[in-house]
């Protein structure tokens, strides 16, 4: 099986990236009163001030939106950032306590985790890793010399 393509690889980090939004924008939907309940159980047992969860998690979703549109423009710095950000939000997992999800929303985000998280993980292996460069895609050298005057 060949690696993907520079702008396959783009698309499908772009397309996890979308879907991620999906799954955030269904989830801010309205909720159905029959679903109010088990809303009510929401966060139940967490270790942080609900106040404080919610900035976090805001500023986590923020974050995965910058990084991730750094990581599409091929920033190589934008690799390390994501990464850090996954660790950050296992942790925010275990101080969260329980955690309530529709399934529809759940059933896209996992698929947007899993287009995203596997494009991310081959970023760090070659062929893919050599799309990326330390200073962004414009510090790219040109592959032939300028011509002489």
């Known amino acids: ?20 939004l ?22 139940f047992g967490a270790l942080l001030p609900l106040e404080v969860l919610h900035f976090l998690w805001n500023a986590y979703i923020g974050l995965y939106l910058i990084f991730s549109l750094f990581f599409v423009a091929f920033f190589s710095w934008a690799r390390w950032a994501l990464l850090a950000l996954m660790i950050l939000a296992q942790v925010l997992m275990l101080v969260s306590g329980v955690y309530v999800d529709f ?25 893919c890793s050599s799309y990326f460069s330390p200073k962004g895609p414009w510090s790219q050298t040109p592959t032939s010399e300028p011509p002489k005057r």
């Open 1 to 20: 099986m060949n690696p993907p393509s520079k702008s396959t690889f783009r698309i499908l980090a772009i397309l996890g990236v979308a879907l991620y």
């Open 22 to 43: 999906l799954s955030a924008v269904i989830a801010g939907a309205q909720v159905p009163e029959e679903f109010q309940g088990a809303l009510d159980w929401q966060y």
């Open 103 to 127: 399934p529809i929303t759940y059933v896209i985000a996992s698929i947007s985790s899993f287009y995203f998280w596997t494009v991310f993980i081959l970023s760090f292996f070659k062929p």
